[in-house]
């Protein structure tokens, strides 16, 4: 099928590599001409795991191209996908002035020549759907006398991980597609290669060894809308409920991971997000669930769980500041180093990163604040100039003459660190584990004084030691 994606950031170009993989013939427009050019040369403007290596292949079967020029490509496309920003507002909802322009866009640009589906794979607020169309005819009816406009709009939320885009992209756990019957039935089209698992994997992305086939989920408009929003606040959710639970284990002499584990044996719930940590970050829990918020106060309900979710998340990050003060008790003039800046490993996505909330609160208290990430100290060199940090370029310079450590990112290279020379080469050997990243006799038996979230290491020690009565 001919394809046209609008807007080359994480979702757009992950989902245009990934359909021109599949044999569809793409292509992705953005009005960025640098990104553009970068994209035709080959690299990819996002640090994604594996994106170039399959932009590289479709690109091989002549199935993927770039360029700012959308009129020609809608013209000559069976799907339109719209993946664009949408930022918050301060006021919590979405920022939809790139989804208005670009469904504008395709209006002017489009003929009654063929029916044809306009897909949102934004993640948008409830409602987008209808306000797309709107939009698209009032574009269409500006440049034509002729109302012979045929289309169908629908809603295709995107489930992707960052660093495991690619994998999430070719196999999903479900496909949600909301519209009417005409629409959906172009859209299972589309999907068919992933829905039955016909294609080869590319190299580097194997399939897992369980996927036969994908589900498809058709619904309306709105219901794929909410899907989106309730799935992401449900996994924010998820994670706030370790860490509360995590708050609770130090303080009784529970372990945290243990409890987590006993939790997540159970069915009904699940092992995955259930890790106590510094809290999540990333351009989507926060957002969704502020613009979740924004939608039910619309419709005169306060949801009281979706509030507290933000704040428990918010109140997290300041763990990390409460186990440095109960190490060192004086914060002002400390050196303070940070294991990982990106939200997440396998990225370099900076938006919403616990260690910039924790950098900035340490600096403020007066500390010195080091820093080291294998992949987005240059990003964030770039993107907050002000942010007072020192960048080191390696794990032995970040722990020199550091009164203390602060694993934030749990990069896979930090497995590998060599905890000894590191503990040798500060002022004092402590370490935060944020992500309980490193097992704590290992890493007590280092040299460092350890803590992690969750964890009461040195209470069940004492235990373990203390004579029998």
Excluded at 218 to 235: G, P, R
Excluded at 378 to 394: M, V
Aim: glycine share 8%; hydrophobic share 40%.
């Amino acid at each position: 099928m001919e394809v046209t994606v609008i807007g080359t950031g994480y979702v757009g170009t992950v989902t245009g590599a990934c359909l021109a993989y599949l044999g569809h013939r793409v292509t992705c427009v953005d009005t960025d001409a640098s990104k553009i050019a970068r994209l035709q040369r080959g690299e990819s403007p996002i640090y994604e795991p594996q994106l170039e290596q399959l932009m590289a292949l479709a690109a091989e079967r002549g199935g993927l191209h770039f360029t700012t020029e959308i009129a020609s490509a809608v013209r000559s496309s069976d799907v339109i996908f719209i993946a664009v920003g949408t930022p918050p507002l301060p006021s919590g909802e979405a920022n939809l002035a790139y989804l208005e322009a670009a469904a504008r866009s395709i209006g002017a640009a489009m003929d009654g020549s063929r029916f044809r589906v306009v897909v949102n794979k934004s993640t948008v607020p409830v409602g987008s759907g209808n306000l797309v169309e709107a939009l698209v005819r009032e574009g269409f009816s500006e440049h034509r006398r002729d109302p012979g406009i045929r289309f169908g709009v629908a809603s295709n939320p995107e489930f992707l991980r960052e660093g495991s885009a690619v994998a999430d992209s070719l196999y999903p756990d479900r496909i949600v597609i909301g519209g009417d019957p005409a629409t959906v039935a172009v859209m299972r089209e589309l999907y068919e290669p992933l829905v039955a698992q016909v294609f080869t994997p590319p190299p580097g992305v194997a399939r897992p060894s369980s996927m036969i086939s994908v589900p498809l989920l058709a619904t309306s408009l709105t219901s794929a809308e909410t899907i989106k929003y309730a799935a992401n606040a449900f996994l924010a959710m998820k994670i706030g409920f370790a860490n509360e639970i995590a708050n609770i284990c130090e303080r009784v002499g529970a372990e945290g991971p243990e409890v987590m584990a006993g939790i997540g044996l159970d069915s009904r719930i699940g092992a995955k997000f259930l890790n106590p940590g510094v809290g999540w970050g990333g351009s989507c829990f926060g957002k969704d669930i502020q613009s979740l918020l924004h939608t039910a106060r619309e419709y005169g309900y306060s949801s009281k769980l979706l509030q507290a979710t933000l704040d428990v998340n918010t109140a997290q990050r300041q763990m990390v500041i409460q186990k440095l003060q109960e190490k060192l008790f004086i914060l002002k003039g400390r050196t303070i180093g940070l294991l990982g800046l990106a939200f997440k490993p396998d990225t370099d996505d900076l938006r919403d990163a616990p260690a910039l909330h924790i950098a900035e609160r340490l600096i403020q208290m007066g500390a010195r604040v080091k820093a080291y990430d294998p992949i987005a100290n240059a990003p964030c060199r770039s993107q907050y100039p002000d942010l007072k940090l020192r960048y080191c370029d390696t794990a032995s310079d970040l722990a020199a003459d550091a009164d203390a450590l602060v694993l934030v990112t749990e990069w896979r290279e930090f497995y590998d660190l060599d905890l000894p020379a590191l503990a040798k080469l500060m002022a004092t050997p402590i370490l935060i584990d944020g992500r309980n990243f490193f097992v704590p006799e290992t890493a007590a038996a280092a040299g460092f004084d350890y803590s992690g979230i969750g964890r009461c290491t040195r209470s069940r020690a004492t235990q373990r030691t203390a004579p029998a009565a």
